[in-house]
């Protein structure tokens, strides 16, 4: 059973910043797309940002220019880089990645980002 597992959350005034991990218990070759979704209370889960395993990379409006999306093939690992954190940013953020041979996709468990001052 492949494992994804998110780290890196908790509490940051805005303007801060946060570094997201996600590490899959399998390489991450083996997979098509990587990414980070966030679910804040009474919202739809959305993207934030995506990697493929060519290193393309998407973004929501609400991330472009102050977040950055990124992996380490030798770690098993996606990074989700966060600056000039706000308030509506606050969110359960979570890990997805899809099988590159196959139609299963995985999701994390999540971990929470809180931005208050």
């Known amino acids: 059973q492949v494992q994804l597992v998110e780290s890196g959350g908790g509490l940051v005034q805005p303007g801060g910043s946060l570094r997201l991990a996600c590490t899959a218990s399998i390489s991450i070759y083996n997979f098509r797309t990587m990414g980070w979704y966030r679910q804040s209370p009474g919202k739809q889960r959305e993207l934030v940002a995506a990697?493929?395993?060519?290193?393309?990379?998407n973004y929501a409006g609400s991330a472009q220019g102050r977040f950055t999306i990124s992996k380490d093939n030798a770690k098993n690992t996606v990074y989700l880089q966060m600056n000039s954190l706000k308030p509506e940013d606050t969110a359960v953020y979570l890990c997805?990645?899809?099988?590159?041979?196959?139609?299963?996709?995985?999701w994390g468990k999540g971990t929470q980002v809180t931005v208050s001052s």
């Open positions: 997805n990645m899809d099988q590159l041979f196959g139609p299963n996709q995985y």
């Open positions: 990697i493929t395993g060519g290193g393309v990379t």
